[in-house]
């Protein structure tokens, strides 16, 4: 009789037959820490509209709020977009060691409170730290098991074109901010995704696959 394919043969069988479906029973693993995701790129390049649409997607994901010394936006609420503090505050909590990464950006200090996203990490929480490119740099340099995500525009005049319908600066200082997003774009080879923010759909579905892939990482970075 000829013999037939097994792969083929197998292939045949409905597949839930003799099919192990649930992993070998391996030592119950210690509960996973969460995640620090670092999510970066250039000022006006939708960062902050990704980063709420990622939170509606993804459960047991929080967003770290940040301290900064920059004057609260009218529709800003203090604790939620950020904690407003002055300079005298916000070096003080440098000088505790409070912030696990800090910086300044167009004249404004800014920086991410350390304790509180430890205690969610502890707790199995991701937590995403939606910030600016120096400061993800010192988070990759401290945390090495940081997942660095980039944000891209489709182009140079596109993020321009952004920053002036924002309408939330002076002409001079969207100057400022694009000169150094220039800078900045130059760097995102060193981060380990790059998401182009384009079409946002297209961007938060890609967010949402890194940040369910990293969940299911095995070997460490
Ligand atoms: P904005 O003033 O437009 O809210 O923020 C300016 C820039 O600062 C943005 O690129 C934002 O991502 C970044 N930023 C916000 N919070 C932090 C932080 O805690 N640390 C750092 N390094 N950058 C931050």
Redesign the pocket.
């Known amino acids: 009789m000829k013999q037939g394919n097994p792969l083929a043969e197998a292939n045949k069988r409905n597949p839930k037959d003799g099919v192990e479906t649930t992993p070998p029973d391996l030592a119950t693993p210690e509960k996973r820490a969460g995640n620090l995701i670092v999510l970066?790129?250039?000022?006006g390049v939708g960062?902050?509209t990704l980063t709420s649409r990622l939170l509606t997607e993804v459960s047991q994901l929080v967003k770290?709020v940040?301290?900064?010394t920059?004057k609260q936006?009218p529709q800003e609420v203090e604790g939620t977009?950020?904690f407003f503090r002055d300079k005298e505050e916000f070096d003080a909590m440098c000088r505790e060691g409070a912030?696990m990464?800090?910086?300044t950006?167009?004249g404004?200090w800014?920086?991410?409170p350390r304790a509180w996203v430890d205690e969610q990490l502890v707790k199995g929480i991701d937590v995403l730290?939606?910030?600016?490119?120096?400061?993800?740099n010192?988070v990759s340099e401290s945390r090495p098991q940081s997942l660095l995500i980039f944000v891209s525009p489709p182009s140079f005049a596109a993020l321009r074109d952004r920053l002036q319908g924002r309408a939330?600066e002076t002409a001079e200082k969207i100057n400022e901010r694009l000169e150094k997003a220039e800078r900045e774009l130059k760097q995102r080879h060193n981060f380990h995704y790059e998401v182009i923010n384009d079409d946002i759909d297209v961007a938060v579905r890609n967010l949402v696959h890194i940040v369910y892939a990293e969940r299911c990482r095995i070997r460490k970075k």
């Open positions: 970066t790129g250039p000022s960062k902050g770290s940040s301290v900064t920059r936006r977009d950020y912030l990464e800090h910086a950006f167009a404004n800014y920086g991410t730290l939606e910030i600016e490119v120096q400061g993800a010192q939330t």
